[in-house]
């Protein structure tokens, strides 16, 4: 699993955009001439908003508030978990956020505040 906040989706949309197009690389489609790739490398990994980045690449699908698999809400607060079996292709992603995974841990730990409990407190344990 891998937390995919803002921070860490601006670090690795610049990773993964300079792995694919290098520091040179200019935008032939709408002739702005900036060098992407060299003023994605003179961002601070540390400090640059996914802002930072859209306004860069020109667009914003390389860091975003992605949506939760479980209730669609959209958020920076969101956790990845990859299913590993078998070929690449076969794998399965989703992204969890913060109040599902609370949610979750409820329904593990049976506690009176989630909502799918199936038993009232007084009979569990009998
Ligand atoms: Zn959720």
Not at 64 to 88: A, D, L, Q, V, Y
């Amino acid at each position: 699993m891998k937390l995919l906040n803002e921070r860490a989706q601006v670090k690795l949309a610049i990773k993964n955009w300079l792995g694919i197009y290098g520091a040179e690389y200019t935008y032939p489609e709408d002739n702005r001439g900036i060098k992407v790739g060299a003023e994605l490398m003179a961002l601070d990994p540390e400090t640059a908003t996914a802002r930072d980045v859209a306004d860069i690449i020109g667009e914003s699908f390389w860091a975003h508030e992605k949506p939760c698999s479980e209730c669609g809400t959209r958020t920076w607060n969101i956790i990845k978990f990859e299913e590993m079996e078998g070929p690449m292709d076969d794998s399965t992603i989703i992204f969890i956020c913060r109040d599902c995974l609370v949610k979750a841990l409820r329904l593990i730990e049976g506690d009176s505040y989630g909502e799918t409990q199936i038993l009232p407190s007084s009979t569990r344990d009998q």
